[in-house]
């Protein structure tokens, strides 16, 4: 029997790649649509390879991205970011792909979702329809077509592009989104909380909602220095049970999940957690020397019960509010001249990212988090899926 052939994009987005969708090129109903996206991506996979599939067997490659016009006049798109899962049939619709919301833009225009102007910069507006937030893509253009070369580096990715920069509005505003997760910036209303995993012991952490839900902890707790790469850690699974029992117990606490168990089954995509620390000097995976004098802390994130190869696009949103927010655990490591803007190191090399915030009655606001990423098309046409997908 013929396999189905479904119209795509392959894309990179910053420094993660997922295969995009419109919307109405997928089945309607919801299930089927689940089905064909496992299918398409290569999931589950007992091997872990995701050889039959689209997916690159990474949480950074194994990623799918739907785009339809937007429902609400104050956006153009509506973006659905899904985070599959490789070894499992589970696509995880959690949380956002910061990475992936640089290409939204591109993909949206290309495929004649909203009117761009011919030269100059297309203001896209995404309503970002997993965590209910609106975002801000600045995408350069010319003779009528996006700009995807250009000379601006993004470490973690191997060639340069043409930069997108990229406005999160109020990403502490409303919290992740979620019907049953805890509404504000601070879930439990404080800048650190000390939390009894059973089996770790009592842990100081920043539980926050800033483009995702995000979890801090210093990288001491861990046992770590802030200067891993994912060498160091990925291989270690002692580590990685202790991350996943105190990511999974802080989701619980966050309003996230019923239980820890839940959590891990159910919602490996958020929250996230990443250890900070205090920089030094080491060596990136591209093998780039990376000075602590050019930075103002070291951070590395954990994805889908891995260490990230460089950082999460929502990850680093997360980074600059913390950062701006007193009392926080990425705050009280910040030098005090950092006026909203914070350089970190992470296993790729290092980024910068901003954020503006103010005080409201007493309480802290942040408005705006702001980072630059590339995007570019990879390929275009058509993914074939399986004539089982599409039967029960």
Not at 93 to 122: E, M, R
Not at 163 to 190: Q, R, V
Not at 322 to 334: E, Q, S, W
Request: glycine content about 12%.
């Amino acid at each position: 029997m013929a396999q189905f052939r479904i119209q795509a994009v392959y894309m990179r987005g910053g420094s993660s790649k997922g295969v995009f969708f419109c919307k109405d090129w997928l089945p309607a109903d919801p299930a089927l649509r689940e089905r064909v996206l496992l299918r398409v991506i290569g999931s589950p996979d007992p091997y872990g390879q995701q050889i039959d599939g689209m997916g690159g067997a990474t949480s950074s490659t194994s990623k799918v991205v739907l785009v339809s016009r937007s429902l609400r006049e104050d956006c153009d798109v509506d973006y659905l970011f899904g985070q599959v899962a490789i070894d499992q049939a589970m696509i995880d619709w959690s949380g956002n792909c910061g990475n992936l919301t640089a290409a939204v833009g591109p993909f949206a225009i290309a495929q004649g979702l909203l009117d761009a102007p011919c030269d100059g910069v297309a203001t896209v507006r995404i309503w970002q329809a997993n965590i209910n937030a609106k975002i801000i893509a600045h995408v350069p253009m010319q003779d009528g077509a996006v700009v995807e070369e250009g000379d601006f580096e993004l470490d973690g990715v191997t060639f340069p592009a043409a930069e997108i920069k990229i406005e999160f509005l109020d990403p502490g505003g409303d919290g992740d989104g979620d019907e049953d997760g805890a509404g504000g910036m601070f879930p439990t209303g404080a800048p650190i909380d000390m939390l009894d995993v059973p089996g770790v012991g009592q842990v100081a952490l920043t539980m926050i909602n800033a483009g995702n839900p995000a979890i801090f902890v210093d990288a001491a707790t861990l046992g770590l220095t802030g200067a891993e790469l994912q060498r160091d850690v990925n291989g270690n699974a002692g580590l990685l049970q202790k991350v996943e029992a105190i990511r999974a117990h802080a989701a619980v606490r966050m309003g996230l999940a019923k239980t820890a168990d839940e959590a891990t089954q159910l919602r490996p995509h958020t929250p996230k957690l990443a250890f900070v620390a205090k920089p030094l000097a080491y060596v990136a995976s591209s093998g780039k020397h990376i000075d602590p004098a050019a930075l103002d802390i070291s951070a590395r994130i954990f994805s889908m019960g891995k260490l990230h190869h460089a950082m999460t696009g929502t990850g680093a949103v997360a980074i600059a509010v913390a950062a701006v927010i007193p009392g926080t655990i990425v705050n009280r490591l910040m030098p005090s001249q950092a006026n909203g803007k914070v350089r970190f190191g992470h296993p790729s090399g290092s980024v910068a990212v901003g954020a503006e915030a103010e005080q409201r009655d007493g309480a802290w606001v942040v408005t705006k988090a702001v980072m630059s990423r590339s995007a570019r098309r990879l390929m275009e046409g058509a993914v074939l899926v399986p004539s089982a997908a599409f039967s029960d």
